[in-house]
Each structure stands twice: as C-alpha cells, then as structure tokens.
C-alpha cells in the first residue's frame, strides 16, 4: 500500500520551455504533498510543501514563480518549471502524506535542460 | 541549529559481511527517526521508523535500527549484506511538533564486494 506514482521518470527538453511533473497518490488520499530537488550525490532539499486545495509553501530560496505548485485533489499534485534554463536540471521527488503518517515517495523524476 | 548527520559518506562492505550505517542528530527534543533507501535513479524506500517505546526497531528486507537518547543517534545494522543492498541511504528526521517537515541526512553511499 501507500503507492505514490510520479510522471514523467525522464524529460529532456529546451531551454525556455516549461515542463509539468505529476505525482499521484494511488491507493491513499494525501493531504499534503511534498516536493524535493537532488542533486547528484547530494540529499534531497525540500522545495515545497502543500496541502490540498491551498497555495503551496515553498521553502527559503525556491522561486514560486519558477516552480509552480497545483494541489488540486487529495491525489494529484503538478510542480510545473516555467521557463526553464540548464540550471533547473536535477532530479525532481514527491512524496505524498497523510495525517500522522510517514511520506511515501514517488520514483522521481529526472529533468534535462538543453 | 537542528540537523542531522551521517559521518559516513561512502562505505564499502563485503556480501556477507554485518554492516552498520551511523546517524546523529541534533535537535531539542527526541524527534521522529527514520532511515530511507535509494537505489541509483529512483524514489525513497522507507526502511524502518521510530517514533517512541522500544528502541530497537526492525525494518524491511532484514534491516534494524537501534535509537539511543544518550548519545543522540539512530543507528541501522544489517547483519549480513547482499549484493542488492548496494545502495544509498538517507537518515532522516521528523519535529514532534511539526510531523510535515522531514529533514534528510547527507546520505551513505553503500558499496557491496561480491
């Protein structure tokens, strides 16, 4: 149980262009959604965190306008990267909650820039 | 400040061989504790988790984590390797207070010789 599917695993796409992510909950409702940036060999860094049908709180230095956050149902969270650049490449985690329960990870996703 | 540390950034061990990954953290009170596992290119698997009474806690795929209050870690052990452990493994923690904000270690890199 407590699947958390996140689409697409690989994107490649221009510079300029945006890309939306999805992360699904599959077989439980999340409340609040998460999303992490990873850096090669590096942690996960918390990008933002939100909660259904409310405006995402993003974390000290992560531009809201850049990454947009939708959390429009207790299954389905988008993070779409606007306007992206080289620098955005990385790799892109959600993780999905329900109250007093630990995060279930989605298998990420792995954003090129050109 | 509150964080969390692996001192261990890269281990190499033996198939068969016993292993033991460390965490500390530093926070004020004793927090909710959890150890995850990435394989290369994919989500977090969580492991094991602690949230209060016994100490020593028992996870998947044969791991165990062993929380001492006095010396402010949370230590996994698996007691023989196998070659799929290889891996990398993030401790993290979790505020009482505030169960949402996950803060992840820098990771431990695992390295299993066959």
């Known amino acids: 149980g407590a699947v958390v599917s996140q689409h697409p695993s690989w994107v490649i796409c221009k510079s300029g262009t945006s890309v939306k992510i999805e992360c699904r909950s599959l077989?439980?409702?999340?409340?609040?959604m998460f999303w992490y940036r990873q850096f090669p060999k590096q942690s996960l860094m918390l990008m933002a965190t939100s909660n259904e049908g409310s405006k995402a709180t993003y974390e000290q230095g992560v531009e809201k306008d850049k990454f947009l956050i939708n959390h429009a149902s207790l299954t389905l969270s988008t993070l779409t990267v606007t306007s992206a650049h080289p620098e955005d490449s990385s790799f892109y985690i959600c993780s999905g909650q329900t109250l007093y329960q630990p995060q279930h990870f989605g298998d990420g996703t792995r954003l090129s820039i050109l | 400040a509150q964080s969390v540390t692996q001192p261990d950034i890269h281990i190499t061990v033996s198939e068969g061989a016993s292993l033991e990954l460390r965490c500390n953290y530093s926070?004020?009170?004793?927090?909710?504790l959890f150890w995850y596992v990435q394989s290369p290119g994919q989500g977090l698997q969580l492991l094991l988790k602690y949230f209060s009474g016994d100490t020593l806690v028992q996870g998947i795929k044969g791991f165990e984590a062993e929380f001492k209050r006095s010396q402010s870690s949370f230590n996994l052990r698996k007691p023989s390797v196998h070659w799929s452990d290889a891996a990398e493994y993030f401790c993290a923690v979790a505020l009482k207070t505030s169960y949402d904000k996950v803060i992840f270690g820098p990771g431990t890199s695992l390295s299993v010789i066959p």
């Open positions: 926070y004020g009170a004793t927090p909710y």
């Open positions: 077989d439980f409702q999340a409340t609040t």
